[in-house]
């Protein structure tokens, strides 16, 4: 059974950071692409990042690059996405995948249930 599980979320100030976490279990994330997203109350969720396979290549939104960073730690089976310089305009629920475009994965396509980022002063 294949579950990912979101952590890390929480309430910072603008300007704060968060690292999020994503743990897998039943797959090995390295053989997988790992996508990032997120969706704010009354909005489409929206893919935030994207690392690739095997070669570490990354996209991310063009509103949180130079922000945002993920990168896995295979020996956890966990990817990361470590968000700095937070904005009013980052709160979301964020996801991971096992995808990088949703819908895209077909029989291989899981997902995580979310963490909560608020971004407030």
């Known amino acids: 059974q294949v579950q990912l599980v979101e952590s890390g979320g929480g309430s910072v100030q603008p300007g704060g950071s968060l690292r999020l976490s994503c743990a897998a279990s039943g797959i090995t994330v390295e053989d997988y692409a790992i996508g990032w997203f997120r969706q704010a109350p009354g909005k489409e969720r929206e893919g935030v990042s994207c690392l690739g396979i095997h070669d570490g290549s990354s996209w991310y939104l063009g509103s949180v690059e130079g922000r945002f960073t993920t990168s896995s730690d295979n020996a956890k089976n966990t990817v990361h996405l470590i968000m700095n310089n937070l904005e009013p305009e980052d709160p979301a629920v964020y996801y991971c995948?096992?995808?990088?475009?949703?819908?895209?994965?077909?029989?291989?396509?899981?997902w995580g249930k979310g963490t909560l980022v608020t971004v407030s002063s």
């Open positions: 995948a096992t995808v990088c475009v949703e819908g895209t994965g077909g029989a291989e396509e899981w």
